[in-house]
């Protein structure tokens, strides 16, 4: 047994904190970690103390006796600020965003509490790339979560993405000769091609087909919603699903 | 045999990039595709790892292509100025007619022979002024590097104090034939009997770090010398290697032995490539004397060295991105469990050991652990080999027992009127001469051995900054906080350097830092604000003196920031100002 914010959590051998979490339904907030992908440790989003240390739950394995606290306000305020980091690190401008509404990092911004970027903007200069037919990449809005990356390699079986360069300099470059996507062999049923958090690789000719309001997190909490239901759904959620709508209230609507 | 993962040198990844910067003076689309295919590899992996170090460029540099430290002990971006102004050209521009390329670089280890830099790829030190015109000259001239005076290229040892290691004798093969008789088990117990603990800065028992990786599971196991020695300030393992390697390799070949690895790797930086010829030529010599090779000396195993040179990216220095850079790859450091000494490798159990430690192993194993217990304090035993620079009479090489006291050394090293001493490298602690009572060792003041001094003619929130800047510079960018937060906190010591801070941007910066220190993924993360937390909590009244205002607000110069508009409409008017 662990223990999570004082409630007991059984585990298995092999299991990080993070995992064990999940299995129990307790929300550890994450954006670099998905289930099935190897573990990152990247975003720190998921970063909860440890008997008094700070471990990034989705890498550390849990072991028997551990004392974690996660859902604490002085948690809860670092992770604000880490996400308030990955927001004026790169050009998050959601109302023009297609991914606005299912995006994790504006979820878990809404879930933390964020009212703004706290931060002066970096403003970085990054490219577009629209060469492939049915996939756009915009790399303002990347967090370098390495999702695509670990999807490609480890789902996919082939080595789509990688991140290049150092520091704030960093970002998504495509394993290609020109390093264009049309030039990748990426196909748009690729895990990769639906796994990206945010709107930095967004499939074509399905923009806003769920409108602002209705979405996966105008609709839930990013606490409460299952991540992999998203990649799965993309693009027909929620349409029917109306009446969810008039009980909770979306994000936008009055 | 030699492990099926056994790399060949000449094909290693950065080596081949380095001979194509080299060449082409920079690395074109065209040639990461072609290395790609040439040795393997994913196109995206070569890319990566051309961006991520320094010393590959995507457009051409100059022919002569000149790298100024701006390391506050080894560089003065005054000349670096000077010679840009003498040439004609930016920094960080190449000349139009492809000539020269101006730009700095982090530390280059030359903190005790002042302003150095490096001219494609080869060191040069104690540059004056007058010498700048000079060089001008050469370069104009397209003099070519070997005509340049040779005593440009001198690289001393500076060696002001010699204890344990320093002051004895050491024959080659020497260590090795004193394990004759003894089993692997004998000699860890032999180390760690003398107490040694690593030098590289973490001072994890050594004893302990071979036993575990002797014990781990594997198919082969590796030893890696870490000879990144990277921290500004520091350059103690420059000497080892320049006039101790035969010690150096004797003390992998020894771990070897005791681990059970038959292949070991060396890591230069790349900035210590001068002494890559050097280094080779005690490699063959060894092979040649039996001190590598198979069966050893006839000690029934076989072992030997390979040497892998970086190119410049301090972030290396932590072992787990020195593993990945070894392994062709960014230099971003692993998820820890596992450790190297289970994991490292190519998977397999790893020992990284910093030179200094591989020294102290092949001594102990040689004169035994009571020779090595008669230095230091109980719990740190032995000596340590300090690299001081700075502001003192005397800057160089002192090894001391630990337990010496900060006074004692600026006393030797002939400081005056010192303000503040840099102990660790921006990585360790800014200590205030209220402190210099304190002593250096694992239950005091723990260092790699970088003590930087700063008398009272320093402009101490100027070196703040410009350990801030060499932080945000070196940042691998793997993490959020480290990424995000060292660009925030070099932002923040810039708004309060030029005048333009207030008690509120103190106060972020305190709060960054904070989290910067506790939530980073790495060492590197988990250092960086200490300058800065430091330099608030020791030096509050240097912060203050340079505030706008000590309000709890937020300032904005907005007359400033109107500058980029008044210079596009050309226009420097009262009307255009605020
Ligand atoms: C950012 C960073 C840079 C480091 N640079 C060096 C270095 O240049 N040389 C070194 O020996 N250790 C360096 N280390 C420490 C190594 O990670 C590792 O602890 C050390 O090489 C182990 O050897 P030792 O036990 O012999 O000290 C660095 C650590 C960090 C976090
Ligand atoms: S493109 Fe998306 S999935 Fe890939 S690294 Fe960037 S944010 Fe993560
Ligand atoms: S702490 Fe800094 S250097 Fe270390 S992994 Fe994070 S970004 Fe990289
Ligand atoms: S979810 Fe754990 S670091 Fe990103």
Redesign the interface.
């Known amino acids: 047994m662990i223990t999570i914010d004082g409630t007991e959590v059984p585990f298995e051998a092999g299991q990080t904190i993070m995992d064990a979490a999940l299995a129990a339904d307790i929300y550890i907030p994450h954006l670099c970690h998905k289930p099935g992908l190897s573990?990152?440790?990247?975003?720190?989003?998921c970063?909860v103390d440890v008997d008094g240390r700070?471990v990034?739950a989705c890498?550390l394995?849990a072991a028997e006796g551990q004392k974690i606290e996660n859902n604490t306000p002085a948690l809860n305020e670092?992770r604000k600020?880490?996400t308030q980091?990955?927001f004026?690190?790169g050009n998050h401008l959601c109302p023009s965003c297609e991914k606005s509404g299912d995006c994790t990092l504006q979820a878990v911004g809404y879930h933390l509490g964020m009212l703004d970027g706290h931060?002066?903007q970096?403003y970085p200069r990054r490219a577009v790339d629209a060469s492939h037919p049915t996939l756009m990449l915009d790399r303002d809005r990347c967090i370098?979560c390495e999702l695509c990356v670990r999807a490609s390699r480890e789902i996919d079986g082939k080595?789509v993405?990688?991140?290049?360069?150092?520091?704030?300099?960093?970002?998504l470059?495509?394993?290609?000769?020109t390093?264009k996507l049309a030039d990748s062999d990426i196909e748009t049923d690729d895990l990769a091609a639906h796994i990206c958090p945010v709107g930095a690789i967004l499939i074509k000719d399905h923009g806003y087909e769920v409108p602002i309001g209705r979405r996966t997190f105008d609709l839930h909490s990013v606490a409460e919603t299952d991540l992999e239901e998203i990649i799965l759904k993309k693009t027909v959620h929620h349409d029917q699903d109306d009446e969810s709508v008039e009980k909770e209230g979306g994000m936008y609507s009055a | 045999m030699t492990s099926s993962y056994q790399l060949n040198q000449t094909d290693h990844l950065l080596h081949v990039l380095f001979n194509e910067q080299q060449k082409s003076l920079h690395i074109s689309n065209a040639a990461i595709t072609s290395i790609a295919a040439q040795l393997n590899l994913p196109r995206a992996q070569v890319e990566s790892v051309v961006d991520f170090y320094s010393f590959f460029h995507r457009t051409p540099r100059g022919r002569f292509d000149i790298l100024f430290s701006n390391c506050t002990s080894c560089g003065d971006l005054k000349l670096m100025q000077q010679l840009c102004e003498r040439l004609q050209v930016k920094p960080d521009n190449t000349r139009a007619d492809g000539l020269v390329s101006i730009g700095q670089t982090s530390c280059i280890g030359m903190c005790d022979h002042g302003v150095s830099l490096l001219v494609n790829g080869i060191t040069l030190t104690s540059i004056s002024a007058q010498q700048i015109d000079h060089m001008a000259e050469l370069i104009e001239a397209e003099t070519a590097l070997a005509q340049w005076p040779a005593s440009w290229f001198k690289v001393g040892n500076n060696i002001r104090k010699e204890g344990l290691l320093l002051a004895s004798s050491f024959e080659p093969g020497g260590a090795l034939k004193a394990m004759a008789g003894r089993d692997g088990a004998a000699i860890i117990d032999e180390i760690t009997a003398a107490g040694l603990k690593g030098r590289g800065g973490a001072g994890f028992a050594t004893g302990m770090k071979w036993k575990f990786c002797r014990e781990a599971q594997g198919d082969t196991r590796y030893v890696v010398c870490n000879a990144d020695e990277g921290e500004p300030g520091t350059f103690k393992d420059r000497i080892l290697l320049n006039s101790h390697a035969d010690t150096v390799f004797e003390g992998m070949t020894i771990c070897g032995s005791v681990i059970g690895a038959k292949q070991g790797y060396l890591y230069l930086r790349g900035e210590y490539r001068y002494m890559l010829a050097a280094l080779e030529n005690t490699l063959q010599q060894r092979r040649e004397k039996g001190l590598l090779g198979s069966n050893i000396l006839g000690l029934g195993f076989d072992f030997d060295i390979h040497i892998v040179i970086g190119a410049g990216a301090y972030i290396c220095g932590e072992e787990s991105a020195l593993i990945e850079s070894i392994e062709e790859k960014p230099g971003i450091p692993r998820i820890r469990p596992p450790f190297p000494v289970t994991q490292g490798l190519w998977g397999q159990p790893t020992v990284v050991n910093n030179v200094e430690t591989l020294v102290a192993a092949a001594r102990i194993v040689l004169h035994g652990h009571h020779w090595f217990v008669s230095s230091g304090t109980w719990q740190s035993r032995g000596s340590k080999l300090l690299s001081v620079s700075g502001d003192c009479a005397r800057p160089g090489i002192y090894e001391y027992g630990f337990g010496i006291t900060i006074n004692e050394i600026l006393n030797d090293a002939g400081a005056e009127h010192v303000q503040a001493v840099q102990i660790g490298g921006p990585a360790g602690r800014l200590i205030p001469a209220d402190h210099f009572e304190h002593r250096i060792a694992f239950e005091d003041l723990a260092t790699g051995g970088s003590f930087m001094i700063f008398d009272h003619s320093r402009d101490l929130l100027e070196v703040i900054h410009n350990f801030a800047r060499f932080f945000a510079h070196e940042s691998c960018g793997f993490c959020t906080p480290c990424r995000v937060g060292t660009t925030l906190l070099k932002n923040g010591m810039d708004k309060i350097c030029s005048g333009h801070g207030t008690a509120h941007d103190v106060d972020e910066m305190n709060r960054t830092a904070a989290l910067v220190s506790r939530r980073s993924h790495c060492g590197l993360g988990m250092t960086a604000p200490n300058p800065i937390r430091d330099g608030v909590k020791y030096f509050p009244e240097l912060f203050e003196a340079r505030l706008l205002h000590q309000e709890m607000e937020p300032e904005f110069n907005l007359d400033a920031s109107l500058e980029e508009a008044r210079n596009l409409t050309h226009r420097d008017d009262e009307e255009a100002h605020l």
């Open positions: 573990p990152h440790g990247s975003c720190k989003l970063t700070a990034s890498t394995p670092v600020t880490i980091m990955l004026v690190e931060f002066p970096f370098m080595d993405f990688a991140i290049s360069g150092r520091g704030t300099g960093r970002q470059i495509v394993n290609s000769a390093g």
